[in-house]
């Protein structure tokens, strides 16, 4: 086994996790849906953290195992974010879904979501930082790593998404929140579509 099946194997075990909590979520909102009224905003930001945590998973594969040098930096750039995602899905999810009003629900579980989806995006810059920018490059081979660089789409993105993190955490304004949702929505596809497809 190489170091970078031991390590993955560790990953892979923790994102089965999350993405089982996610499923499992998302099948009890289903099946209890006529006693839950709907708020869109809830259910689209639970769907943006679904496919960040799908998005995560998959860009494993960008970062050769030997930059991982340390247990420091497998703890704080591997598995804390994951686990800050982890924190996330668990406070979007509600417990109790008999005559839910998901709308209140989510602002009042606004805060608890965002604080450790804002440090997630804290520790995905300096993973970025930490690994450098061409080692990422280095491992695209479709076009559009030549006509659009990923890091072009990802440094105003996070300084866009970091602004708006603050401003909806101190801000709390429907308007607000819901554009803000709407926003990570559309980044987390872009994320998606710009990210390398292979070694």
């Given amino acids: 086994m190489s170091k970078f099946e031991y390590l993955m194997a560790f990953e892979t075990i923790l994102y089965g996790l999350v993405l089982a909590h996610c499923v499992e979520g998302f099948g009890k909102m289903i099946f209890h849906r006529k006693t839950i009224q709907f708020y869109w905003a809830h259910v689209l930001a639970f769907v943006t953290i679904f496919i960040v945590v799908i998005q995560t998973y998959y860009t494993l594969f960008w970062v050769p195992a030997e930059t991982v040098t340390s247990a420091w930096s497998f703890l ?52 970025t930082v930490y690994y450098r920018w061409d080692q990422y490059l280095e491992l695209g081979n479709g076009n559009i790593m030549g006509s659009l660089k990923f890091w072009q789409f990802v440094t105003p993105s996070m300084l866009i998404s970091g602004f708006a993190f603050f401003m909806v955490f101190f801000y709390q304004k429907k308007r607000l929140v819901e554009a803000f949702v709407i926003f990570m929505f559309i980044m987390s596809l872009g994320f998606m579509t710009f990210a390398p497809t292979s070694k």
């Fill in 76 to 127: 704080v750039l591997r598995i804390l974010p994951l686990t800050l995602l982890s924190v996330a899905t668990y406070q979007i999810i509600p417990e109790k879904y008999k005559r839910l009003k998901s709308e209140k629900f989510f602002y009042k579980r606004l805060k608890e979501i965002l604080i450790p989806t804002i440090l997630f995006n804290i520790l995905a810059v300096a993973k």
